[in-house]
């Protein structure tokens, strides 16, 4: 069991670079979160979304730069600080030989939970992830979304104070992925978490800090705005989404479409500056009947001053 | 490192492929022990005549013991492929690199592991020719020494194939290399004999079992054995390490 210092952050980052030969991975990352704390890392595929995350969770060391968790750092006490991370990778990592519950005790106990205290966080993982059905499954027979909730399941086990989670939607289903998002915002409650997907509707259900990545630099930060739960603004702030439908359109079309500020023809879709929920715009379209090819949110205007040539920005409050 | 024996062994003894290799282990092992029995009992009228002639416990070290763990080191590499290279290729090591224990850990772990499975085989290998008591005279306490010097050896022949393991990125790569280290360890001894160069056959580890199953066990065998399990240990903890470092490639 892993109890963090109460005054101290669960994760601090600080000038966190990765280099791999003259490659740069990961470039100049702080961060601080606190308990409570949802972040959700969005980026291209390459990005750096996954290195970071094994950086963060002490599977990769970084280059320079220090990482903080519960107060111990990664690089001088790497197993104190591995006591306080719970890390759900990309594929989850899982012993196929093994039924759900025994993989789950074996866990726990490698986390050095005494028999009885391991029997209680696998029943209480078990329940907060629904896989009290699959507990005596073997782990080879399960469906990848399956696999998913166990390997969050194992994430869960030993309380930590920061939880790190690789695309953990990846073959989930559209309830799983509520679900999903419902556990993640129980467990926030006692812990920081970082998601990371490069699906931005997937962030949004329970994110509440954005960052976002591109080649290894995190390059903004906005707050979530769709999130009902963690919405702190009156207003929503408009954002960029790019769409293809099947149907050819106008323009007035689109701007008949509620909460469409503007839309602008591309070359193969339209951009449109949207106030609102993207879910609602996709359904606004599907009830058109204008046949949705694609609904992706432009998170960088290209050429915009800063998008690439602005350094990483800090994260960390300024003091 | 308890939880890591354990869940190893559980795994272990999960894997159909173990309990076939067990079965053909027996079958050899009854194969042998038979075979020594009737080789013995053909030229019993003879060795009669002799004088110092080896009885039947003497007999079966030499005659079942040495081509019985040849049979269990040919199993070593099967039995520990799947340790660190199956797992790194189907990402279940990343459960061990992610908790909190040390590399030395988990290279001890997973050799304690083995080395439980390997005590199981010497066992099963020794009840063959103890079963023999039933009908003939046999000097329990120097087969049970020969069978402690067998897992001995099959325990550093574990750890080169561990180290294998650790260093390859695929199961059936670890399985091959471990393999030709161990016969080329084994036929060292036949090229120091055959070219005299004493330094050459004192590598072998054939050497070293031969001379701790005839029944006297040197401080320079036991020296030898310890130093190969401790460095193929260093080996993997050392590939363990820059895994974390470097991070885990599947």
């Not at chain 1, 930060?221 to 739960?229: E, I």
Request: glycine share 6%.
């Amino acid at each position: 069991m892993t109890t963090p210092q109460t005054d101290t952050p669960p994760l601090v980052v600080r000038q966190l670079t990765l280099h791999r030969g003259q490659a740069v991975i990961v470039a100049d990352l702080a961060l601080r979160l606190q308990t409570g704390d949802v972040l959700g890392l969005v980026g291209a595929n390459g990005a750096g979304k996954s290195t970071t995350l094994q950086c963060l969770a002490g599977h990769l060391s970084p280059s320079e730069g220090e990482v903080w968790v519960a107060g111990h750092n990664l690089v001088d006490a790497p197993a104190s600080a591995r006591a306080h991370i719970g890390y759900l990778p990309d594929p989850p990592s899982l012993h196929n030989e093994l039924r759900v519950s025994r993989h789950l005790r074996a866990i726990a106990s490698l986390h050095g939970l005494k028999r009885a205290a391991s029997d209680d966080a696998v029943a209480r993982v078990l329940e907060l992830c629904r896989l009290t059905d699959a507990a005596s499954k073997r782990i080879a027979h399960l469906s990848q979304g399956y696999r998913q909730r166990v390997g969050l399941a194992q994430a869960l086990l030993h309380q930590p104070a920061v939880l790190l989670l690789d695309e953990p939607t990846n073959g989930l289903d559209l309830d799983s992925q509520d679900q999903f998002a419902e556990t993640v915002r129980a467990v926030s409650a006692h812990c920081a978490v970082i998601i990371s997907s490069h699906h931005l509707s997937d962030l949004r259900a329970c994110c509440n800090r954005m960052a976002s990545l591109t080649a290894g630099r995190l390059i903004e930060q906005h707050n979530n705005t769709l999130n009902p739960r963690r919405d702190t603004h009156a207003g929503r702030e408009p954002e960029t989404v790019f769409i293809r439908v099947h149907q050819p359109l106008d323009v007035d079309a689109l701007q008949c479409l509620r909460g469409v500020v503007s839309a602008t023809a591309e070359r193969d879709g339209w951009k449109i500056t949207y106030r609102g929920d993207t879910a609602e715009l996709s359904q606004a379209i599907a009830e058109r009947g204008w046949g949705l090819r694609q609904l992706s949110p432009m998170l960088f205007e290209p050429g915009a001053a800063g998008a690439k040539s602005t350094p990483s920005v800090s994260l960390e409050p300024a003091p | 490192m308890i939880p890591i024996i354990s869940l190893e062994l559980a795994r272990t003894l999960r894997n159909p492929a173990i309990w076939l290799i067990v079965t053909l282990l027996q079958c050899a092992f009854a194969w042998y022990s038979l075979s020594a029995l009737e080789a013995y009992l053909e030229l019993q009228p003879r060795l009669a005549l002799s004088d110092n002639a080896p009885g039947l416990s003497t007999w079966l070290m030499g005659r079942y013991t040495l081509p019985a763990t040849f049979a269990c080191m040919l199993a070593v590499p099967v039995l520990c492929m799947q340790k660190f290279a199956g797992d790194r290729q189907n990402g279940a090591l990343n459960c061990l690199l992610m908790a909190p224990v040390s590399s030395l850990k988990i290279a001890l772990g997973k050799l304690c592991a083995v080395a439980c499975v390997l005590a199981g085989i010497s066992a099963l290998s020794a009840l063959n020719v103890l079963a023999l008591r039933a009908v003939a005279p046999i000097d329990t306490v120097a087969l049970l020494y020969a069978h402690a010097c067998q897992w001995l050896y099959l325990l550093a022949c574990a750890g080169i194939g561990l180290a294998c393991s650790a260093l390859c990125r695929s199961a059936q790569s670890a399985a091959f290399s471990s393999a030709a280290a161990l016969l080329m360890l084994w036929l060292l001894s036949q090229g120091g004999a055959t070219s005299g160069i004493n330094w050459l056959a004192e590598l072998s580890i054939a050497t070293h079992l031969s001379r701790a199953l005839a029944g006297v066990l040197h401080t320079g065998d036991l020296v030898y054995f310890v130093a190969v399990i401790a460095v193929s240990t260093a080996v993997v903890t050392r590939a363990l390490e820059n895994a974390r470092v470097f991070g885990e490639r599947t």
